[in-house]
């Protein structure tokens, strides 16, 4: 089995994939700190929660937009899974496509493997839109090269800045507004209201401006945990990819062989 492992800058995710199929997944809270030797006893207790024996793993590859954390994640595959990880984005698992950018390394790798795993999947000009810590707009052509994007504020930076900055603001649930309304009545309501309506129109206005630019249809893919939140009240998303990141790395690994 291959343990693909994406650290994010608010999680960090660790599937198993038998045969291109996620077969489990866990995961961590981001904290660059945290040791190999930490990271071996968390995983194989739920490893051994779901009946997988660490042995079984056969290959690791790291994902990372955390630095930090890259050289603890290298100890755990090394020290507990007594295999030698690889890294994407670096040799032998470089990207394999066109960065249409100004400075190609400045790509976060999680945008550059969406881009690889979503034109795999959807071989067309693409919009993949990602909801993690920072909400991602990337742009693929038809050909697979990547062209750039967009980055805006995560839904819950947005949201920790608006109670952070006003005193009597309070926390809220991310979720969509009682009866689909766009007028509320109190402070929560209106909060909600402005948080979920506010950034499905980011979404959508951005979009259409993006497929205007692109001057071709484009298909539009969505990951990330908020991704069937939003697409409960808007049309805009083709097709969700929910473990498109996890895919990617698997695919990277596969080329590798």
Known sequence: M????DAGNTNVVFALVKESEIVARWRIATDPRRTGDEYAVWLHNLMALQGFD???VEAVIISTVVPRALHNLQVLASKYFDVEPLVAGEAPVEWGIALDIDEPTSLGADRAINVIAAHALHPEDLIIIDFGTATTFDVADYKGAYKGGVIA???NLSLDALVGAAAKLPRIA?????DNSVIGTNTEDQMHIGVYWGYIAMIEGLVERTRAEIGRPAKVVSTGGLASLFDEHTDIFDIIEPDLTIQGLAMLYQRSR
């Open 54 to 56: 660490p042995g079984d």
């Open 174 to 178: 991310i979720e969509a507004p009682r």
């Open 2 to 5: 291959l343990l693909a492992v």
């Open 153 to 155: 504020p995560g839904i």
